[in-house]
């Protein structure tokens, strides 16, 4: 980076008084930290790579101390770069702010057929980190499977099934089948039916492989029981609220069955647990509006299905749906698969872990595999005149929320920002910020209003040195 952003970005950070998901800082005044090796792992696994700050003393108010020996340091944290699997090459920046020198490291993210990056000394299992806000974590064994699976081109739908019930079928289903993808795929028409299923990689060796129990299997879950579906009602805002009764659902089901059943019951199970309200327009005509919109639901519920992961890391997690008083959650084992990052969601072609089951589900449900599923989320929301969905995926998990006309009242988003900088011309708290914009749920109004103006600078924290604080409080910089 050039100096004057070293410069602007030192700055933030000591007004501030925080490390970010994209900045590590180290003091470096008596000497080079010895162990680096974690965020250079960390950063370099994360999409858009991160910078080490050198000269910072956190511990300290995030005092500027400067650095020992700006060209001892450089040297040896290229010899710890140098340790890494693939090596690490560091970009440095040097700059002098108040007669006290700081170095900057900038970390590029691995490209990701080389992920994880990991520290040779200890090994892929135990020297391979992520970043999580603004900590260094180990990576679990299944967040490097992920990485592995893909450079590998594992298939985990094609594995194996054991023999027994688990693998019986439902042959009218595979006749079904059968007959649609001849007239789709005419090549195939004149093969038998196992040749045909073999091809379309749902069977092997005349039998089903998972794949194929998941779309045609008498009761998939007898053999994979995570690999179904959990629906709660919570009375509230998060889990563990309660009703006037005690009780901690208002409607709880486990939906079990092939993915197109699967489906089926739980759009039955949201049919049955969407408020619907009738609207009369000037004309005197009436019409039902649902809380959510069902297509966008059925999307969100269906991608779930065909791109959860199915490997055995995962097969003991369902896929949640969760029904709160301010929004919907869908959230499913398996983050996002392969180049496919949060910033290109719906954008692009993106790589498909499961692609015999979507492809197979085109046939059996008509349904689209054209990555056309994120669009129409958007695009529901936005008409149903609701605030846009989020999407998220960290530590293995991929999760949509969709927010009912209840988080956030009509007409307020637009001046949300300039609100928030008025009524903070006096410290309020996070409460008090929920209430000015009609926002019930505090997570998404932290992430979608106050760390912004925060990370910009128009916001302060008046306990910076402790963010998550109970008493924290927000004021205008």
Known sequence: MLTTELVDLIKTITRQKCETQYVELKKAAGGTPTRLYDTLSSFSNQDGGGTIIFGIDEKNNYNITGV???????????????????????????????????????????DIYERPCYYRGAGKIRGSFTRVGDADLPMTDYEIYSYEVYRRKIQDEQREVPDGIGSNVQNAQVQLYLSKVRIEKPNLSKLPDNDV????????????????????????????????????????????????????????????GTIPEMLDSAMSFVQRNIKIRTIIDENGRRADKTEYPIKAIREIILNALIHRDYSIHTQSSPIRILFFADRLEVENPGGLYGRLTLNNLGKVGADTRNPSIASALE?????ENRFSGVPTIRREMEVAGLPEPI????????????????????????NSV????????????????????????????????????????????????????????????
């Open 363 to 367: 046939i059996l449900i008509d349904s």
């Open 197 to 256: 299923l073999t091809l379309c990689n749902l069977f092997a060796d005349n039998k089903p492989n998972l794949a194929g129990l998941l779309l045609f299997g008498l009761y998939p879950q007898s053999n994979f029981p995570g690999f179904d579906i959990t629906a709660v009602v919570v009375p509230g805002y998060e889990i563990g609220n309660v009703d006037d009764d005690g009780a901690r659902f208002i409607d709880n089901k486990r939906i079990g």
């Open 68 to 110: 020992y020996d700006p060209q001892d340091l450089q040297v040896k944290v290229t010899e710890q770069a140098n340790q890494m699997e693939p090596i690490v090459r560091p970009l440095f920046t040097v700059t002098e702010i108040g007669n006290k020198i700081v170095v900057s490291a900038e970390i590029a993210e691995c």
């Open 418 to 477: 300039s609100s928030i900088v008025d009524f903070c011309a006096v410290p309020r708290t996070r409460a008090e910020l929920s209430e000015l914009l009609g926002i019930d749920s505090i997570s998404y109004m932290m992430e979608k209003y106050v760390n912004p103006l925060l990370e910009s600078g128009v916001l302060k924290m008046t306990i910076p040195d402790k963010p998550k604080s109970r008493n924290q409080k927000y004021l205008r910089a």
């Open 391 to 414: 999407f998220d995926s960290s530590r293995g998990v991929f999760r949509v929320t969709l927010f009912n006309g209840n988080s956030t009242a009509n007409g307020k988003s637009a």
